[in-house]
């Protein structure tokens, strides 16, 4: 009976270890993503910048988004965000909201997103 629950115990560390040795060898991208003006190519700096995964994922933490805001220059990097679709939303005052899916695959992944300015309003009355 000693080595019953023995056996048991054991086969559940070797479980547990499993998991946590899987969670820990989730393949993940360095993003480097850049906001940018679609009329000049100038840089949106403070622009509001919101990441999400499509399919939920299993990471230490149990994080399902990322939320930043550029630097001065446009920029912002975020590390270790799982391979697979991400929806990436980008708000910035004076320019249209920007929403789109993108497919993380490499180690390091270069974004650089157009923002266009807002669109005149009309009414059909």
């Known amino acids: 009976m000693r080595n019953i629950a023995f056996g048991g115990v054991l086969l559940a560390v070797m479980a547990a270890s499993l998991f946590a040795a899987d969670a820990d060898t989730v393949t993940t991208s360095r993003l480097n ?4 003006a679609g009329e000049n190519k100038k840089p949106v700096p403070n622009a509001h910048v919101v990441v999400r995964f499509v399919q939920k994922k299993f990471l230490k933490d149990k994080r399902t988004s990322w939320e930043t805001k550029t630097n001065r220059k446009g920029f ?42 807002p669109q005149s309003q009309y009414s059909a009355y």
């Open 33 to 36: 993503l850049q906001v940018v």
């Open 76 to 117: 912002v990097v975020l590390d270790k965000i799982p391979h697979g679709t991400v929806k990436i939303q980008i708000i910035a005052r004076g320019y249209q909201t920007y929403g789109s899916e993108h497919e993380l695959s490499k180690p390091n992944e270069e974004l650089t997103i157009l923002l266009n300015p």
